[in-house]
């Protein structure tokens, strides 16, 4: 892991670099438990709605009807904002985002890679049952499924199924040219929670539409465990060659993050499917 202290670099920056290079300090130093941004997340989480049964739906609004945004991309990154708004909770979720598999050929084994079940893929898994038993709690229900729209969006984020040694690409620095030519300096986890998707230069609805127009790429394997080994399979190819983002990179691997928000979405909607019935 390479650090730099920020006094050391800060006084010699020009006014206009001092934001990006906080943002990138706040990216590393978070850890690998934020995936896509809100808008990967809220992608996923509308592209999920296109396929749910009628009587999920019905039983999802009746479920967010107190929400501040009562719909699945509104609750998309709570999971996120836990963390400020519930610090307990917040650093009890923390381990759920990822799994840690590439350094084990991509393979997963509960035991080895989530002991205590603290990772995506069991967080998943339990959050999903939880959602399904009708005896539960509303509270317990509303808290889980905010949990699974969330986490099923992570774990199709390959850098968080990715090595642990590097924590998922956070300690990777890169840079991508912005829309001005300039280099915004961030890190291999930050380019594929947003820094790919900026390259398509669309808003939410366009994007929506984008990937609406994609084929289904649902994996055949329907469970969390094959999802992550998928996610790991593909982190283990996308660390560039040197630390400034080539155009020939984002033509390559746009496109795949694109297919796992896809994918995500399809899988999202099988699994709350199954949990609320239909």
Same mark, same amino acid.
């Given at each position: 892991?390479?650090?730099?202290?920020?006094?050391?670099?800060?006084?010699?920056?020009?006014?206009?670099?001092?934001? !990006?290079?906080?943002?990138?300090?706040?990216?590393?130093?978070?850890?690998?438990?934020?995936?896509?941004?809100?808008?990967?997340?809220?992608?996923?989480?509308?592209?999920?709605?296109?396929?749910?049964?009628?009587?999920? &739906?019905?039983?999802?609004?009746?479920?967010?009807?107190?929400?501040?945004?009562?719909?699945?991309?509104?609750?998309?990154?709570?999971?996120?904002?836990? &963390?400020?708004?519930?610090?307990?909770? %917040? &650093?009890?979720?923390?381990?759920?985002?990822?799994?840690?598999?590439?350094?084990?050929?991509? =393979?997963?084994?509960?035991?080895?890679?989530?002991?205590?079940?603290?990772?995506?893929?069991?967080?998943?898994?339990?959050?999903?049952?939880?959602?399904?038993?009708?005896?539960?709690?509303?509270?317990?229900?509303?808290?889980?499924?905010?949990?699974?729209? +969330?986490?099923?969006?992570?774990? +199709?984020?390959?850098?968080?199924? *990715?090595? %642990?040694?590097?924590?998922?690409?956070?300690?990777?620095?890169?840079?991508?040219?912005?829309?001005? *030519?300039?280099?915004?300096?961030?890190?291999?986890?930050?380019?594929?929670?947003? *820094?790919?998707? =900026?390259?398509?230069?669309?808003?939410?609805?366009?994007?929506?539409? =984008?990937?609406?127009?994609?084929?289904?790429? !649902?994996?055949?394997? %329907?469970?969390?465990?094959?999802?992550?080994?998928?996610?790991?399979?593909?982190?283990?190819?996308?660390?560039?060659?040197?630390?400034?983002?080539?155009?020939?990179?984002?033509? =390559?691997?746009?496109?795949?993050?694109?297919?796992?928000?896809?994918?995500? %979405?399809? +899988?999202?909607?099988?699994?709350?499917?199954?949990?609320? *019935?239909?």
């Amino acid at each position: 892991m390479r650090l730099v202290h920020l006094t050391a670099i800060l006084p010699k920056l020009p006014p206009r670099r001092l934001p !990006v290079v906080l943002l990138t300090v706040l990216l590393v130093f978070a850890g690998p438990a934020t995936a896509w941004g809100p808008l990967g997340h809220r992608l996923v989480a509308a592209l999920a709605w296109d396929d749910l049964t009628p009587q999920a &739906r019905t039983d999802i609004a009746d479920l967010l009807a107190a929400e501040a945004e009562p719909s699945l991309p509104g609750v998309a990154t709570w999971a996120d904002q836990v &963390r400020a708004n519930d610090p307990d909770l %917040g &650093r009890r979720s923390a381990p759920w985002h990822y799994v840690n598999i590439a350094e084990h050929d991509c =393979r997963y084994d509960a035991e080895r890679a989530c002991a205590g079940g603290d990772c995506v893929v069991e967080a998943i898994n339990a959050q999903a049952a939880i959602l399904a038993d009708r005896t539960q709690p509303r509270a317990a229900r509303v808290q889980a499924l905010k949990f699974v729209v +969330h986490f099923v969006g992570d774990v +199709h984020q390959p850098q968080h199924a *990715g090595y %642990g040694d590097d924590r998922g690409g956070n300690d990777v620095e890169v840079t991508l040219p912005d829309a001005h *030519g300039e280099d915004d300096g961030s890190n291999l986890h930050a380019l594929w929670d947003s *820094g790919l998707l =900026r390259t398509a230069a669309l808003d939410e609805a366009a994007y929506l539409h =984008r990937l609406r127009a994609m084929p289904l790429a !649902v994996s055949a394997d %329907g469970d969390a465990a094959a999802w992550a080994e998928t996610s790991c399979r593909i982190a283990v190819q996308t660390y560039p060659a040197q630390a400034a983002i080539a155009p020939a990179y984002v033509e =390559r691997w746009r496109p795949v993050a694109e297919a796992q928000l896809r994918r995500g %979405g399809s +899988h999202l909607a099988a699994m709350l499917n199954a949990a609320l *019935g239909g």
